[in-house]
């Protein structure tokens, strides 16, 4: 009986070593497969998207902020006197 489990367990190891070569040498594949990488956009451009929309949803959290919540003109905001009296009041405190 403990012959048997031995011999299987010897052939599963002999099985588990003949599958990881394969397993190894199909990783490699999709490794090498995957490392060639055609980019649609370059990395210049999503960077500047990337700019351009941090830009936009500040200002549109500045327009629905002053605007909506503030209960002010949403255009207030493009205003250099608007920006100077918000100033004026945080550095008189």
Do not use: C
């Not at 009986?1 to 999709?30: D, L, W």
């Not at 090498?32 to 830009?55: D, E, N, S, T, Y």
């Amino acid at each position: 009986m403990v012959a048997k489990e031995s011999a299987k367990m010897a052939t599963r190891e002999e099985i588990k070593k003949t599958k990881k070569p394969k397993k190894e040498q199909e990783e490699k594949v999709q490794s090498k497969i995957k490392g060639i990488r055609i980019r649609l956009i370059p990395i210049w451009v999503r960077i500047l998207l990337v700019l351009i929309f941090m830009a936009a949803s500040a200002l549109a959290g500045l327009v629905i902020g002053y605007g909506v919540i503030g209960k002010g003109n949403p255009e207030d905001v493009l205003n250099k006197s608007t920006w100077q009296h918000i100033i004026d009041l945080v550095e008189k405190e």
